[in-house]
C-alpha cells in the first residue's frame, strides 16, 4: 500500500521544522508556508497567487 503525501503537507511539515529549530524567523517561515501551496497548485493557489500578485503590485508603486 503506498503512503502518499501532499506537497502542500511536506511544505507545512518543513515550516513547522524551521520554525521549531530556529532556523528561521515567523514571517520567513510565513513566505515559505504560501509558497508551499502556490508550488502544491492545492485550491489555495489561486486566492495565494492573487494575494502574492497584490503584494508585489504594491510594494512596487511605493
Known amino acids: 500500500m503506498p503512503i502518499t503525501i501532499t506537497l502542500a503537507t511536506l511544505s ?4 513547522i521544522a524551521l520554525i521549531r529549530f530556529r532556523w528561521v ?3 520567513v517561515a510565513a513566505a515559505v508556508w504560501i509558497s508551499g501551496f502556490t508550488a502544491a497548485g492545492t485550491g489555495a493557489a489561486g486566492p495565494v497567487n492573487s494575494f502574492l500578485t497584490a503584494l508585489i503590485h504594491l510594494v ?3
Open 25 to 27: 524567523s515567523l514571517p
Open 60 to 62: 512596487n508603486h511605493h
Open 12 to 15: 507545512g511539515i518543513a515550516t
